[in-house]
């Protein structure tokens, strides 16, 4: 598993051939998301591999974090990968799913975590 804040824009990992998501922690329901650009490239090849945006987008607690799964893809090969992510600051990171618990944290003025809080997760 490989994790660092949102807030790093790049950061450089291995990955071996398998399948891996993308997920974000902070909380269960994310705005935004369409706006947001994201790269993951091959270091050795400049191959740009393919982040699929998953249609259902399951929440799980990983290490004790809310996360939401949002992306996934395919390595062919083990090498040395890059992960760019373009303005992060769009995103919106909300506790939870519902809408009537969204409006009523809104109302608490608890309802968003700011983009800086929010982790990358892949595994």
Not at 32 to 39: F, P, R
Not at 99 to 111: A, D, F, G, P, Y
């Amino acid at each position: 598993m490989i994790k660092f804040p949102i807030t790093e824009n790049k950061k450089e990992f291995e990955l071996s051939y398998g399948f891996y998501y993308l997920y974000f922690s902070g909380g269960f329901s994310l705005e935004n998301l369409d706006q947001l650009e994201i790269q993951l490239l091959n270091t050795k090849t400049s191959e740009t591999i393919t982040l699929k945006e998953k249609l259902l987008k399951p929440r799980e607690i990983i290490n004790g974090e809310k996360v939401i799964c949002c992306f996934e893809f395919q390595i062919n090969n083990f090498a040395l990968y890059k992960l760019k992510i373009k303005n992060p600051e769009i995103l919106v990171m909300k506790n939870s799913a519902l809408i009537s618990v969204n409006l009523i944290q809104k109302l608490l003025s608890k309802s968003n975590f700011g983009w800086e809080n929010i982790n990358v997760i892949i595994k």
